[in-house]
T-cell receptor, first 115, second 114 residues
Framework: KAGVTQTPRYLIKTRGQQVTLSCSPI?????VSWYQQTPGQGLQFLFE???????NKGNFPGRFSGRQFSNSRSEMNVSTLELGDSALYLC??????????????FGQGTRLTVV | QQQVKQSPQSLIVQKGGISIINCAYE??????FPWYQQFPGKGPALLIA?????SEKKEGRFTISFNKSAKQFSLHIMDSQPGDSATYFC?????????????FGTGTKLQVIP
């Protein structure tokens, strides 16, 4: 069974631009969560989507948004990029009902560099 | 209250030794405590996990010890090997209000030297 796939793997953007990252969860998984990982802040929760609905959101500005499609694939968008947005963005998928499922599978992440 | 405090930040252990990483939490509503292992260039991978009604769980060389009253849990890696060199994250999950949220510790970079 294929794992969680994130695209692209690497991305370089200029300050002020916007970026869209993609995450394809494991087949059958309906929950997708997004995390930002930086050396200084560690892994920080961005938001979780389940069946196309955002169920929970972390403490990030409105420049960070996401959505989930009917096939459970999810996209994350960051607008008006800042240098501090440079990070590894990870998505994790969980099985059908994330309330009872306990295991989250992470993708390899998208390394975003803002210059 | 949603924080999970992890220590140490880095750890150097000799091959064959025991690696111990500690985590502490405040929110008694957390219901699931996983540990993740992350190698450079990879996403975190679930290593072992425990629920608060169990005091210890062992899988191979990896053991979680859980102290509910102290709100602490730790990862023990027995017979540490150079291949165990990675960053380890503890985490705690909260379920409520129709959503779940996993909070991660800040990570421990483990280096196992031959």
């Amino acid at each position: 069974k294929a794992g969680v796939t994130q695209t692209p793997r690497y991305l370089i953007k200029t300050r002020g631009q916007q970026v869209t990252l993609s995450c394809s969860p494991i087949s059958g998984h309906r929950s997708v969560s997004w995390y930002q990982q930086t050396p200084g802040q560690g892994l920080q929760f961005l938001f979780e989507y389940f069946s196309e609905t955002q169920r929970n959101k972390g403490n990030f500005p409105g420049r960070f948004s996401g959505r989930q499609f009917s096939n459970s694939r999810s996209e994350m968008n960051v607008s008006t990029l800042e240098l501090g947005d440079s990070a590894l963005y990870l998505c994790a998928s969980s099985a059908r009902d994330s309330m009872t499922s306990t295991e989250a599978f992470f993708g390899q992440g998208t390394r975003l560099t803002v210059v | 209250q949603q924080q999970v405090k992890q220590s140490p930040q880095s750890l150097i252990v000799q091959k064959g030794g025991i690696s111990i990483i500690n985590c502490a939490y405040e929110n008694t509503a957390f219901d699931y405590f996983p540990w993740y292992q992350q190698f450079p260039g990879k996403g975190p991978a679930l290593l072992i996990a425990i629920r608060p009604d169990v005091s210890e769980k062992k899988e191979g060389r990896f053991t979680i010890s859980f102290n509910k009253s102290a709100k602490q849990f730790s990862l023990h890696i027995m017979d540490s090997q150079p291949g165990d060199s990675a960053t380890y994250f503890c985490a705690a999950r909260y379920v409520g209000g129709g959503y779940q949220k996993v909070t991660f510790g800040t990570g421990t970079k483990l280096q196992v030297i031959p």
